[in-house]
């Protein structure tokens, strides 16, 4: 029984591992995540096609108050079309493929959390809009750090709440085990008393 603690104990920490994976874990993102006030920066967006059809267009929309810059750049095979609050790249990923493409900010004027909505559209016509945030912070005198996408929130609650489930089912288990044997028969098999 005390096999069942111990895995339902692994599991919560398999859980705890991957949540703290981050980007790992993240469909879209930007990378870096957190970037200093008042310095043009190249950032990365990154997808990837879970569909059974092909990706044909990302459409990245900025914050009000931060403008694209002058430089983008698109994976072979794809076209970019800019404005200084939108850029959009098409071209075709296959299901099942990873992709990066770039952008230029000019520089945030304030710290603080700043969110994308990226639009991803479809060969079947449907489309999806995710929320990606990028962190400015004051700056320092150093170069942008990357840090965790807020994407992964999600991601991270599920594998804690797994482990927390398969935990709670190892006890439930011992529990139930102990009642049906009784410390009388489980004495007799030789099982050592803890309580």
């Not at 990837?48 to 750049?73: C, M, Q, W, Y």
């Not at 990873?98 to 990226?118: C, L």
């Not at 599920?158 to 489980?186: E, H, Q």
């Amino acid at each position: 029984m005390k096999r069942l603690l111990v895995a339902g104990l692994v599991g919560l920490a398999l859980g705890l591992i991957f949540a703290d994976a981050g980007p790992a874990w993240a469909h879209e993102e930007i990378d870096p995540a957190t970037v200093p006030t008042g310095k043009p920066v190249f950032l990365t967006v990154n997808a990837a096609n879970e569909k059974t059809v092909d990706l044909t267009s990302i459409r990245l929309v900025s914050p009000k108050g931060l403008d694209f810059g002058a430089a983008t750049h698109e994976p072979p095979g794809w076209t970019v079309a800019k404005s200084n609050a939108a850029v959009t790249w098409t071209g075709a990923l296959k299901p099942n493929k990873f992709e990066s493409w770039g952008f230029e900010i000019e520089g945030a004027d304030q710290p603080g959390p700043q969110t994308y909505t990226a639009t991803l559209s479809y060969a079947d016509n449907t489309k999806e809009d995710v929320e990606v945030v990028l962190t400015v912070t004051a700056a320092t005198g150093t170069e942008a750090s990357s840090s965790k996408s807020s994407g992964d929130g999600g991601k991270a609650t599920v594998g804690i709440a797994l482990g927390a489930v398969a935990l709670a089912l190892a006890v439930i288990a011992l529990v139930t085990s102990r009642k049906k044997t009784g410390p009388a028969t489980a004495a007799a098999a030789g099982e050592k008393q803890d309580w």
